[in-house]
């Protein structure tokens, strides 16, 4: 049976740009589900990246007016992928239409947001879902597997991290991602998001942590037009102040009682997209780095009597979703075949009618993360996170 839901995609920058290619590859690289995606409008107040994706995408329509995406007769599913100021009122008029979402993460501005969306998903019963597109890199599922199968015997330790260049340069321009009035949390929200999904997904609910902060670098220039956060100004252009957090870093216990670190920054010299994690159990070990992202690094002392040490698994089709994209070992894959994984999930999860995982339920549970982490800026102390009663 074919299912062909019309699809609508609200910021055409990079990642909605991105979104929107991978609806289109959906069709292809999992043909057999009869999930065929259709491109029905996008939305952009920048005129120039409209045009641009209808004629490099196909959208049937384009708009200046946010609005009138939801509205339109033909979308079914409404893409999120505008700065996180504008997130909350977005869902808001989706929800409010009876439509699917799907947004970008950290989904709000601040955890209180993030939980007012997640409920206003919840309370119009529609399916919805979150851009943790670092889950789906196959190895990073054999990972999971491995370790839901006891293969690593009892988790001890769990260390993730998301280090990244991209604010490094002390004249990158000071982007809405840089102010907390538009982007809400800094690198708590934008890299530890993915950090905590992660250990979320891998070692389990997270009870209690201990947390700081620092920002580094204090001022930027100011943009002058619109741009990445990737832009680099001059050394004498004028200069605004950051007002979020460039670096987060976090001591925290487990459910199980695992104990762990988590780190993220934005402005370290060095890793350029070092989204990773390590793990150690009772019986192995393994850890992953999204910069080798079709690699994966395994320890089984016992496996063999000829070595002790780790093993290195490369990519190929024996792991989830990877014959999907290509039928070699060791030929790679892509962070863009993670968010076409991403977008299949999701709509096959509306195909069924059996929501799917990260849904908002995984933004809510890190949000509650967020708040104690908040709470330990605060007081310095340990902070227990206040989970789902």
Known sequence: MTFSPGIGVIGMGWMGMVHSRSYRQVADRFYDSGIRPRLVICADDVAARVRQAQEALGFAEITTDWRAVVDHPDVEVVNVAAPNFLHLEMV???TAAGKHVFCEKPVGRTPAETLEIEALARE????????????????VQHARQLIEDGVLGELTHY????FSMYGSNPHGLLTWRFQEEQAGLGVLGDLMSHVTDMAHMLAGPIKRVVANRQTFIKERPLPSAQGTHFAVGKPGDPRGAVTNEDYAGVLVEFANGVQGTLEACRVIYGPKCEMAFEVNGTQGALRW?????NELDLYLPADSPH??????LYGGPKYPMHGRFNPGDGIGMGYEDLKIIEAYHFLQGIADGVPREPSFTAARQLAQVQQAMQKSWASGAWEEVIGDK
Request: hydrophobic share 40%; no cysteine.
């Open 124 to 139: 119009a019963g529609v399916h919805s879902f979150v851009g943790f597109n670092y889950r789906w890199a196959p190895l």
């Open 159 to 162: 260390r993730g991290r998301f």
């Open 92 to 94: 808001r008029a989706v």
């Open 289 to 293: 780095n999204f910069e080798r992202m």
């Open 307 to 312: 070595h002790d040490g780790y093993t290195r």
